[in-house]
């Protein structure tokens, strides 16, 4: 969901927000870079979402705008499917993608010609 609205002079004011969903994913730990006896495991990641949003001051200058735009970004990914880890082909455990979160947050800096 986006918005923007112009104000006087040249400037306007926008805000954005947004729902992801995190349908499938596949995680690859690269364990025979460690011992070649090791496997390397996939973990499938089915279920989880993301938050998005934005809020952005504009001035637009002739041809050119000029924006600044505060962001953050937040991830939320349930623990993945089990697989085996195994040494030279016998299971030594199995292993897994926890349950995480991130988040990211920072300014764009736009110019838009």
């Given at each position: ?16 927000a ?49 924006a ?9 990914i ?36």
């Open positions: 969901m986006r918005f923007i609205t112009d104000l006087k002079n040249g400037w306007s004011f926008g805000a954005m947004e729902y992801d969903i995190f349908w499938w994913g596949k995680q690859i730990s690269h364990l025979s870079d460690v011992d070649p006896g090791y496997n390397d495991p996939k973990n499938r990641q089915t279920r989880g979402y993301g938050l998005r949003g934005s809020v952005e001051l504009q001035k637009k200058v002739k041809k050119v705008d000029f600044i735009e505060p962001f953050i970004r937040y991830w939320n349930k623990e993945s499917k089990h697989t085996d880890w195994t040494w030279y082909g016998v299971k030594i455990g199995e292993v897994y993608e926890p349950k995480n979160h991130s988040t990211e947050y920072g300014i764009n800096l736009l110019v838009r010609f």
